[in-house]
């Protein structure tokens, strides 16, 4: 008995060694199952592995060549030598490496894994990416917004031979897939990890003082604006510092919050029973309610007003939107103090969203753009997205029971009820209106 005992002990011992008193500040996760369940490719990177999650993935290896051509032109910018340049990057890792991996939930596996390599190689890779895309598609011959000729580091190259044979900025769909493998909850890496090589970079180059705030934010921007589901200047200037970034997916989550709700508050309904619309959206036009496209706007600016007029922002369905808004919420779902602002979003939509023709009556209002599949598409694209989804914290609580008010109105039910038994087809509404004359004749003739 006595014997078991120590052995269990030190088998207990042994566990525990590996056992760190750090607090976790995760912020990257591996999907849960249920929700990678319902659609497992939305959340599997197409091209390219960021970070260690994927890292190793042969399907991948066409971009390890690049990264390395990437990391090698980035090092390069510093004007400094190589190796001395080399040297300062991995000094740099090797001291926030532990903190890098605490982002990280779960177990990393870690066969042979030198995390330090991967988070240097990926993380200059994305900084020269973005640089380039940048200067080549942002501002080609305008102006330069971000003023990166500020600094040596960040500067327009004067060789562009690279530029012109770079087979990245060959083909539009490579760009395209980037962003969207980028956006992936588990091809992240801890944004400070990209801010830190950067100043090391700069320091090398003697231009750290010429480093903007929120220069990193800014570049991110400039990537993904063309496929934010939402209005882009107006979430670039609202959102906050860059100290409260914890990597790209949660700055793209950021961009398309709501302005007074850049830090994660909750939602309107907290603590409330959910409440959602009760029926489509030609139901409501139907009770009167009136339709407006909200153009320049946020996702989250829906305004119901006392008159029924119902203003919906503008929604752009792209190739990878349903990627991009499944990875959103899975991030919601599991960072604390995520909040549900993209689910409630989704599910909002999927409410006024019920046939083919609440969606030809949006896209008629110019509502939703759809680059992909027809009307039947969009009404499986939010009721797909919905699945295995709970909403506890609804934004839009409020604006749906005003909304629900209005529609159940006895009098707009009345008139809706009318118009669908009795004036649903034309045949329908010339045979009333007959009988209506037949019956005031007959009425003048006794009269």
């Known amino acids: 008995m006595d014997a078991k005992i120590e052995h269990t002990v030190r088998c207990l011992e042994e566990e525990l060694k590996s056992v760190s008193n ?21 959340y599997t990177p197409h091209l390219i592995s960021i970070g260690p999650l994927h890292h190793g993935n042969n399907s ?6 690049h990264k390395q051509n990437y990391l090698f032109a980035l090092l390069s910018r510093t004007g400094s030598d190589y190796s001395k340049v080399l040297d300062a990057c991995v ?23 030198n995390l ?23 501002v080609g011959n305008k102006d330069d917004i971000l003023r990166l000729s500020d600094c040596k580091l960040l500067s327009r190259p004067n060789n562009t031979t690279c530029m012109n044979d770079d087979p990245i900025f060959q083909s539009n769909w490579i760009i395209s897939t980037l962003r969207r493998d980028l956006a992936l909850l588990e091809n992240q890496i801890p944004l400070f990890v990209l801010q830190e090589l950067l100043n090391t970079l ?79 959206v030609t139901n409501l036009i139907d009770v009167g309610m009136k339709l407006r496209v909200k153009q320049d706007s946020g996702l989250f600016n829906f305004n ?40 409630s979003y989704i599910n909002l939509m999927n409410c006024l969203i019920e046939n083919k023709d609440d969606v030809k009556l949006l896209k008629g209002k110019q509502i939703i753009t759809n680059e992909l599949g027809g009307a039947e598409y969009m ?50 509404t010339i045979s009333l209106n007959v009988a209506a004359l037949i019956l005031c004749l007959a009425t003048v003739q006794t009269v």
């Not at 000094?91 to 894994?113: F, K, W």
């Not at 390599?117 to 598609?137: A, G, N, P, Q």
């Not at 006392?306 to 990875?327: A, K, M, T, Y």
């Not at 499986?380 to 008010?405: G, P, R, W």
């Open 202 to 280: 700069a320091t090398v180059a003697c231009c750290r003082n010429s480093l903007q705030n929120n220069l990193l934010a800014g570049l991110i921007f400039q990537f993904f604006k063309p496929d934010l589901c939402s209005n882009p200047e107006r979430n670039r200037e609202a959102a906050p510092s860059q100290q409260q970034h914890r990597h790209l997916l949660h700055l793209l989550h950021i961009f398309h919050l709501p302005a007074g709700n850049r830090r994660g508050q909750s939602g309107d309904s907290t603590g409330r029973k959910v409440k959602f619309i009760d029926t489509n």
């Open 22 to 42: 750090k607090i976790p500040k995760w912020s990257i996760f591996r999907i849960p199952k249920r929700l990678r369940h319902v659609n497992p490719e939305a």
């Open 60 to 65: 991948l290896s066409y971009m390890e060549k």
């Open 304 to 343: 119901f007003d006392n008159n029924g007029v119902l203003e919906i922002p503008q929604l752009r369905i792209h190739e990878w939107s349903d990627s991009l808004f499944r990875n959103l919420m899975a991030f919601e779902h599991c960072f604390h103090g995520g909040g549900q602002f993209i689910a």
């Open 116 to 138: 330090s390599k991967i988070l240097i190689t990926d993380s200059c890779f994305i900084i020269e990416l973005f640089l380039r895309y940048y200067w080549e598609v942002v």
């Open 91 to 113: 000094r740099t890792m090797v001291g926030i490496e532990s903190q890098a991996d605490n982002c990280y939930a779960g177990h990393i596996p870690n066969d042979g894994l």
């Open 379 to 428: 009404v499986d694209f939010f009721k797909e997205i919905c699945e295995q989804v709970v909403i506890q914290d609804f934004y839009f609580h409020d604006s749906c029971e005003k909304i629900n008010k209005y529609y159940q109105s006895r009098w707009r039910r009345y008139i809706h009820d009318l118009k669908k038994n009795y004036f649903a087809t034309p045949w329908t």
